[in-house]
């Protein structure tokens, strides 16, 4: 069993439901990444989906392509990013950890490296899953096949307008989790219809047999503990940049625990 399909077993025994927040590997300092991911975990994270910078992040709204730039110019590339996790995995076995981005960075790395290296490299850094934006279900077979024969799960987006046969696409292939975009936009845009949520995971359901998660237009404990009454995981990242955006370096830290704190409580306390 991997470490994700582990992690959603012992929240369904316990009758609780998985917070994952989104960071930016690299943002707000090239090098506090482990360190935001320690916060994030003693703060109540489950699963932590962390962010692989790149230059044409589409699915990703302005606050999140910031986060992107800032860490690119840094010289945070795909490379760093598996060092981070690295660096995470030295003092923390257990939690989960999913790479959230995009093709090119994959493709390339594997140009540089080798066919399969990617894959490869991950599985050793300690990462648990992948969710790759622009890899749609039926071009990636082969790819999700070498991510499974690592111990690695591949994880997908649905979306308001996935059809029926998106959805039973997804579901041949998907395992750890998918991850229900609540609205039509890019990340941190529109406002969250929870009904419409709550209306459309039955019929995802009836295709996906992972738990599914939630995300885009989460920001405060109210629309998680809402969203957290009908999904099995709930998905924070704009509002995590945000937290984190501007602070002090001292700052980042505490800023981010308080406002984590606050989710899982509301996570834990709604029926």
Do not use: W
Not at 3 to 19: D, E, N, V, Y
């Amino acid at each position: 069993m991997s470490r994700i399909a582990a992690t959603f077993a012992s929240l369904q025994a316990q009758g609780r439901k998985a917070l994952i927040p989104y960071i930016t590997a690299g943002f707000p300092f090239a090098d506090i990444t482990p360190a935001l991911m320690h916060t994030m975990v003693e703060a109540g994270a489950d699963i932590i989906e962390l962010g692989v910078p790149f230059s044409d992040p589409m699915a990703d709204g302005p606050v999140i392509q910031r986060a992107g730039e800032k860490a690119l110019a840094m010289g945070i590339g795909l490379a760093q990013v598996l060092e981070m996790v690295r660096q995470f995995r030295q003092t923390d076995a257990t939690t989960p950890v999913v790479l959230m981005g995009y093709a090119n960075p994959v493709e390339r790395y594997d140009l540089r490296h080798g066919a399969g290296a990617f894959v490869r490299d991950a599985a050793a850094a300690g990462v648990d899953g992948v969710l790759i934006v622009d890899y749609p279900p039926e071009e990636c077979e082969a790819f999700a096949d070498l991510l499974k024969a690592n111990g690695l799960d591949l994880i997908f987006l649905l979306a308001p307008t996935s059809t029926e046969a998106r959805m039973a696409q997804v579901a041949r292939i998907a395992s750890g989790y998918v991850y229900y975009v609540s609205l039509k936009g890019v990340t941190g845009a529109g406002h969250l219809d929870t009904a419409a949520v709550e209306e459309a995971l039955p019929r995802i359901r009836r295709h996906v047999h992972v738990p599914v998660g939630v995300g885009f237009g989460i920001r405060d404990a109210a629309t998680a503990s809402a969203i957290g009454r009908v999904a099995d995981a709930v998905v924070i990242g704009t509002k995590v940049i945000q937290v984190v955006d501007d602070q002090p370096r001292e700052q980042v830290l505490p800023a981010l625990a308080d406002f984590l704190r606050g989710i899982r409580a509301a996570l834990d306390s709604a029926p």
